[in-house]
């Protein structure tokens, strides 16, 4: 029986991305595409959400990269402007499964523990969950199982009770090593469908 629902934000409930900003940098499409892939990548950003600092983590890549200094620094600096809007269709999902009072509703995002204050004030929703775990804050990301462990630990989340929703396909793999059933997100239309099949909504 499914007691306790666990969100990955990006992708799932949030629109990232940073193509947003850099376009405004970029005339050149592939050049951008270019730069993320191989300058900005997301491995590198990932060790921000891991618990490195913005600054440490520019000032690193900088070094490596000084040719490309202007442009990497613009990544932390205007990250805002590659915050989107809301995927609303899978919110109105969050806010139905809320609604049943059936479940309790966990995040467990891969974020920077300094950028993840701009979506708190952004976006309302995020006050509907029951807990959010911060990578950053934590300086631990999925696919690390001791990060899954965290939130088990400070919430009382049975793995067996509990179903995981991320669109990154590694994170599912790993929750589900932990016990966690998984839906691998593609849309909302497809969550939807998952989720009336597991008799979840």
Same mark, same amino acid.
């Given at each position: ?135 950053? +804050? !934590? %300086? ?6 001791? $990060? ?5 630990? &400070?919430? =009382? ?17 790993? +929750? !589900? %090593? ?6 691998? $997100? ?5 969550? &939807?469908? =998952? ?7």
């Amino acid at each position: 029986m499914i007691k306790t629902i666990i969100f990955d934000l990006g992708a799932v409930l949030i629109d990232w991305n940073p193509h947003y900003m850099y376009k405004t940098i970029f005339s050149d499409e592939e050049e951008m595409k270019n730069f993320l892939a191989t300058v900005c990548t997301s491995d590198w950003n990932e060790e921000q959400d891991a618990g490195r600092s913005l600054h440490e983590g520019t000032e690193l890549l900088v070094k490596q990269y000084p040719e490309h200094a202007d442009n990497i620094r613009a990544f932390y600096a205007r990250w805002e402007e590659m915050l989107g809007d809301a995927f609303w269709d899978t919110v109105e999902i969050f806010k139905e499964l809320k609604d049943r009072h059936n479940y309790k509703i966990y995040a467990l995002t891969n974020w920077s523990a300094e950028t993840f204050p701009v979506a708190l004030e952004r976006f309302e929703f995020l006050n509907w969950f029951d807990g959010i775990v911060v990578s950053g +804050a !934590e %300086k631990m990301r999925k696919p690390a199982p001791e $990060f899954y462990q965290i939130l088990f630990n &400070r919430h =009382k989340v049975k793995p067996g009770e509990a179903l995981f929703i991320d669109d990154n396909y590694r994170n599912i793999l790993a +929750a !589900e %090593k932990l016990g966690i059933h998984s839906i691998h $997100f593609t849309s909302a239309p497809a969550l &939807r469908s =998952k989720l009336l099949e597991l008799g979840v909504l």
